[in-house]
């Protein structure tokens, strides 16, 4: 019992200190919704299309996000062979066809937002707060996806979108977080990051931001030292 009221009371804390942040930073992919079963469907099917014998399982696909980007992921997968199959050329055209598919299932109302998450963006939304995304995947993909699950202009919502390849080097390094930063103009203590991953932890960190993780089905363990709070899902932080 008393474990759980100290708990209760640092949740508590922590909530008092993302509510006086000037800015919330979103990731997207595993924080705002459960997407990686559906990019990994449209990666196979992009496979399938392509006449390509490729099929990622879910362990294959859980080792495969420790690259981040499509791109990437496509391209350190082929270079698993002796022979890489495919030109970089090809690898760009195999990535657009794979976001076509995965535009086309979060369109059919296959990636719910995850609990918490519309709270919490009401929330920052009535205290002043801006609010910022900042992703590995493209812009296309955060667009399909939030214009579905919130139903409004994302240019109303997040001040900064920074996605894919927006910057040169993606996460674990700090370029996006940076590049969010000067685009806000705020300082990292002014900030709090959202992230579900290790390597989310490690590119906000790095760019001076405190970090509040929520755990994603793909990265339930990851080392979550120096995050500022860890929770299953944002609705145990209540907004």
């Known amino acids: 019992m008393m474990s759980g009221t100290l708990e209760a009371i640092r949740v508590g804390g922590m909530r008092d200190l993302i509510a006086g942040a000037r800015a919330l930073i979103f990731d997207v992919d595993g924080t705002l919704a459960e997407t990686e079963e559906v990019h990994r469907r449209a ?125 040169p080097r993606k996460k674990p390094a700090p370029d996006i977080y940076l590049a969010v930063l000067a685009q806000l103009g705020l300082a990292p203590s002014d900030c709090i990051a959202i992230e579900d991953s290790g390597n989310g932890l490690a590119s906000a960190s790095r760019a001076g931001i405190p970090v509040v993780i929520t755990r994603s089905a793909y990265f339930p363990d990851d080392d979550w030292s120096g995050a500022l709070l860890v929770v299953d899902d944002l609705a145990e932080i209540g907004y």
């Not at 690898?91 to 609990?115: D, F, M, N, Q, W």
């Not at 919130?150 to 900064?160: I, M, N, P, T």
């Open 43 to 167: 990666f196979n099917e992009a496979f399938a299309e392509a006449g390509l014998t490729w099929h990622w399982d879910r362990g294959t696909y859980r080792q495969l996000l420790r690259v981040a980007g499509g791109k990437e992921r496509i391209r350190a997968f082929d270079e698993r062979n002796a022979i890489p199959l495919l030109t970089f050329a090809e690898i760009a055209v195999l990535h657009r066809a794979k976001t076509e598919r995965y535009t086309a299932l979060v369109a059919s109302g296959e990636c719910p937002l995850r609990p918490g998450v519309e709270a919490m963006l009401a929330g920052a939304r009535r205290r002043g707060q801006r609010l910022a995304i900042a992703t590995t995947t493209t812009r296309d993909n955060v667009d399909a996806l939030l214009s579905v699950a919130l139903g409004q202009d994302l240019a109303s919502l997040f001040e900064v979108i920074a996605a894919g390849d927006d910057v």
